[in-house]
């Protein structure tokens, strides 16, 4: 399929860039008038020099020379280089995916330096912390040597602050810039203060940069639930027998979400460097930023979850349109505030000596410090239960409407009687918007702080050879010590049922019973909400009113909310290479060379969490519950190995660079994949061993506690765990996947910055690593020990098998191969063409225990496509900017061969979830770009992104049972729009 998609392309770039060569070479040379280069051109030459004078194959983004990049926002840059895609975060650039490898596998650094994560618990790093103001350049290194650190099998991406020996004169610029997003409305400002100053005849260099941004955002969101997968469903009714007519794989849940963001990102820069002479060179530098997000998050659920087909809440099913009706569902709201903070800190101390002209020893220090913290994250939920629901889901919507249980019964060809738990629909009054029957039935607070801590020292030693077969030869080590640390404390509770919370406050207590009928409430603009929300001031005033009550009922932060997401991991690395460049001709070299890595890994705190809170003791002055939350031993890990690596580069004439590479490399697991813990997602499913009826509530299901705190029959028989719960583990036992990766590539290079460049790559990884969703396993399958002996509230029957189990694991292998291929060209009329197309295909081995056969990789996309077309002349500078990407799998399903022979025996493809793998859907957007050079010093800029109004689609691949793909998640950003100025004093 590659081969076919790949002729065509490949002979077209041929014809049209050899064809280009023949002209550079052979034309005789013309006397031209000057042509001065301002703009996408400049940048766009700056870019191209970059990348050929590296010995590695890379793509680079440059600033112009009066330094400014092509783009205002650098990370939307980086998706039109090739073989890179992008992942936005309400509607901003946010990670990266370089030739198909997630964000997890591409390491980002600054000036060389791996900088430390606040934003996730991946690997991932969010370019959107580093605004451009601080940078020169960025680099994406496609291939890697062994002075590099291998932690990377997709690519590095380097980020370099502003230097005043780069720039290599005085400088000062300013820029303001005012933009808005569509649903959002308010102003954005932005403004930067960019410099370079050189001192003491030019040896004492200092480059800084300030930005601040207050940048408004309203986003539109439609999701089924995050951590759960469809379900099956089939009529079952009071008065039958048995389920009856056609199965159904429906949503587990709908969710319509809007959120509101407030960022101000503050940011800044230094770079002080010292070159007393040629030999001799010192630097210090050091990086802030700090993006602080107000977060208004509102939130409508449709709980069809809360039907189910063995309790016979399940009315109707229309498996030709794909609708059912549930009764016993739930209309829930809920009002997030939350603030939080993240600051990233960069420190670097180094500096490079040269002796007797042929040994070079460089060497550097360098800390950074990544920071997350939100206190007081808080919600409060307004809830009916007891509804009549009909549900309806396609790929691109999920859709919800409250009916009467009279409705539901004509529906379901029975009478009013026999439609169970509908009585929550008579609170509901359906010719208004404000639901006033909603009870105040939860709030939720969260303490939540995240630091990551890099430090690290380098040390390089390199000889030069003034003739010979050997230009040099170099080595050196490295030493990294890492340490990631996340406590969230969590308070989720009911306030009317903790009498005592209110320590007597009347305001308190009365409120704590309230309903939706109390406040003022307003509509929101997310056109999917059915019904009114409260407002902020209202939101605001309850929360202070009864917030004492979820810290009362947990004092000392001993339940499973307060204990399940903690963990304390460390990683330390130790690096040694030698590596050597040969000269094979005039034309022609080689590096070859090797790096040993060692990883030394410890996760030092974790839990097993268990939330088990029906039989909390509202009533007592000493408030507690059952919640389990068992910690687990510190576990330790190590893994090393040799990574060996050649990389050819000959130049076929002055225009034409041929590079190839093979080449080994890495990349850890993520730290929420390898942490100790286990949880089970939601309450606990315990089974009566009378009856054999299993829930999440025992209280209704003949369950009482005894004197040692257990639950138990009256007869004082344990309650046992069931199998159809949902457990949630991390997996310390993974080790790092490792990858042999092969590019090879041919470039020209025009005068003008015409140039075109055809590369082609192959990456073969063993250890792949993906996460496991929904598979069936017994306790002694799993990865990790869980302390199971430490609980004694229930039992746990020896050999039960969980139906839902996810965690990461170390699958088999996977492949990744493709083609990349660039061209540009600049008319002397000034119009312009930039263009790249990246072709891919991949497949992945899990493993025939979660997985039979082969997947696609995640996070790949077989064509991404890159097209602008643009006029520069005459200070005036304009482009239409098309970007495409086909989908990407983004997470799989469980199908092993058990799975497949219980599907077989059922007739039902129930246990093999494939239809659980959940999709990106393609997208195709469109920007415009402008900029007017008004003067020398002066510059106008006019953005408009996403001209189209595309929405990110994520959707479940489904099956005949659920008429195709169902949707999982959708974003809509709508448009933006900038409009700026920027001022060069000199």
Not at 739 to 745: M, P, Q, R
Request: net charge negative; proline share 3%; charged share 25%.
């Amino acid at each position: 399929m590659l081969k076919k998609r790949l002729l065509p392309a490949m002979i077209a770039l041929a014809a049209s860039g050899l064809a280009q060569a023949q002209t550079s070479t052979t034309d005789t040379p013309q006397v031209e008038e000057e042509l001065i280069v301002l703009g996408v051109r400049q940048a766009e030459l700056n870019s191209r020099e970059t990348e050929r004078s590296k010995n590695i194959f890379s793509s680079v983004i440059a600033q112009d020379d009066a330094g400014n990049f092509a783009d205002q926002n650098v990370a939307e840059s980086l998706q039109r280089l090739p073989g890179i895609t992008l992942q936005k975060s309400e509607g901003e650039g946010k990670f990266v995916t370089v030739r198909g490898l997630g964000p997890g596998f591409v390491s980002v650094s600054m000036n060389g330096n791996e900088l430390a994560s606040s934003s996730s618990d991946t690997r991932a790093f969010a370019l959107d912390a580093v605004p451009a103001d601080l940078l020169s350049a960025i680099e994406v290194f496609k291939s890697l040597t062994p002075d590099m650190d291998l932690n990377s099998i997709g690519g590095s991406v380097n980020v370099k602050t502003v230097t005043a020996f780069d720039r290599k004169q005085d400088s000062l610029r300013g820029s303001m810039q005012l933009s808005q997003q569509d649903y959002a409305g308010d102003v954005s400002p932005k403004i930067s203060l960019q410099g370079t100053n050189l001192f003491a005849d030019d040896t004492i260099g200092l480059g800084y940069s300030l930005s601040y941004e207050k940048r408004h955002t309203d986003v539109y969101e439609v999701r089924h639930h995050s951590n759960e997968e469809m379900t099956f469903r089939q009529k079952n009714l009071p008065g039958m027998s048995a389920p009856e007519g056609d199965i159904l794989l429906t949503p587990w849940q709908f969710e319509a979400r809007e959120e509101q963001a407030e960022r101000e990102r503050i940011a800044g820069s230094v770079d002080l460097g010292w070159r007393p002479n040629e030999d001799n060179e010192f630097y210090v530098r050091y990086s802030y930023t700090s993006l602080e997000d107000l977060d208004i998050a509102l939130r409508e659920y449709a709980r069809v979850d809360t039907a189910f087909t063995n309790e016979r809440e399940i009315a109707y099913i229309d498996k030709e349109t794909g609708t059912f009706g549930v009764t016993d569902a739930e209309l829930q709201h809920q009002y997030f505030i939350q603030k939080g903070t993240a600051t990233t800190k960069a420190f670097d101390i180094g500096g490079k000596n040269i002796f007797n002209d042929q040994w070079t020893l460089d060497y550097n220090y360098s800390r950074s410090v990544g920071d997350f913290s939100k206190p007081d994250g808080r919600r409060v939920q307004f809830r009916i239960q007891d509804l009549p629901m009909l549900a309806r889901a396609g790929k691109s919507y999920l859709s919800y409407e409250i009916i009467s249980p009279a409705d539901m019964a004509a529906l379901a060809g029975t009478t009013a009687s026999n439609i169970p738990n509908s009585g929550g629909y008579f609170l509901m009054d359906p010719a208004q918007r404000k639901q006033g029957g909603m009870t105040y039935d939860n709030l939720f607070i969260e303490d939540s702080f995240r630091t990551d801590e890099i430090d690290s020292f380098n040390l390089n030693l390199r000889k030069d050879f003034d003739q010979g077969f050997v230009n040099y030869i170099k080595t050196g080590f490295a030493f990294k010590w890492r340490e990631r640390d996340r406590n969230k404390d969590r308070w989720s509770i009911v306030p009317s049922s903790y009498p005592l919370g209110c320590s007597g406050d009347a305001v308190c207590d009365d409120l704590r019973n309230s309903s939706l009928a109390d406040f003022n409430t307003y509509t929101p603009k997310h056109p999917d909400f059915r019904y009114d929300f409260i407002t902020h001031a209202e939101t605001e005033r309850l929360l202070g009113a009864t917030s004492r009550i979820a810290k009362w009922t947990d004092p000392d932060l001993n339940s499973q909310e307060s204990r399940k997401e903690d963990y304390l991991l460390s990683e330390d690395t130790q690096a040694a290479y030698v590596m050597a460049e040969f000269q094979l001709s005039e034309k022609s070299s080689v590096i070859a060379g090797v790096r040993y890595e060692n990883t030394d890994f410890s996760s030092k705190e974790g839990y097993m969490a268990i939330r088990n809170d029906r039989f909390m003791e509202f009533d007592s002055a000493e408030n507690s519950n059952m919640d389990i939350a068992v910690p687990l031993a510190q576990i330790d890990k190590s893994y090393d190995g040799f990574f060996p690596s050649v990389h050819y580069r000959y130049e076929l004439n002055d225009e034409t660079l041929v590079r190839a590479s093979l080449w080994t490399s890495f990349t850890r697991p993520a730290f929420d994949q390898a942490r100790a813990y286990g949880e089970m997602v939601g309450r606990v499913v315990l089974c009566n061993p009378e009856t054999d009826i299993c829930n999440d509530n025992p209280p209704a299901n003949g369950g009482i506690i005894n004197a040692d705190r257990q639950v138990v029959t009256e007869s004082g028989e344990l309650f046992r765990l069931g199998e159809n719960n949902t457990l949630r583990i991390g997996n310390p036992q993974l080790v790092a996947m490792k990858s042999v990766n092969f590019d090879t590539s041919i470039s020209w290079y025009g005068d003008n910055g015409d140039h075109w460049q055809a590369a082609a790559f192959y990456k073969d990884i063993d250890d792949f690593i993906v996460d496991v969703r929904g598979a069936s396993r017994s306790f002694g399958q799993l990865p990790l020990q869980l302390p199971l002996g430490d609980i004694n509230q229930f039992a746990i029957p020896d050999g039960i098998v969980i139906d839902r189990v996810n965690y990461a694991m170390n699958g088999d292998s996977a492949q990744v191969y493709g083609i990349e291929l660039s061209y540009s060209k600049y008319f002397d009329s000034g119009f312009f063409l930039q263009s790249n197309l990246t072709l891919m295909d991949s497949k992945a081995k899990v493993g025939d225990t979660v997985r039979v056969g082969t997947i696609q990789l995640p996070d790949q996309a077989d064509e991404t496509m890159n097209l602008s077309v643009g006029w520069e002349r005459d200070g005036i500078s304009a482009r239409l900017i098309g970007n495409y990407r086909s989908k990407v799998l983004n997470r799989i399903g469980a199908c092993n061969l058990d799975n497949m022979a219980d599907d077989q025996a059922t007739g039902l493809p129930q246990e093999c979830r494939t239809w659980a793998d959940v999709f990106q859907d393609a997208s195709a957007t469109l920007d415009f770009k402008a900029t007017y050079q008004f003067s020398k010093a002066l510059k106008f800029t006019f953005d408009v992104t996403n001209l189209t109004d595309h929405k990110d689609i994520y959707y479940f691949q489904g099956n005949e049972y659920s008429n195709g793909k169902v949707l999982f998640a959708s974003e809509d950003y709508g448009r933006s729009y900038l409009l700026g100025a920027s001022y060069s004093f000199f």
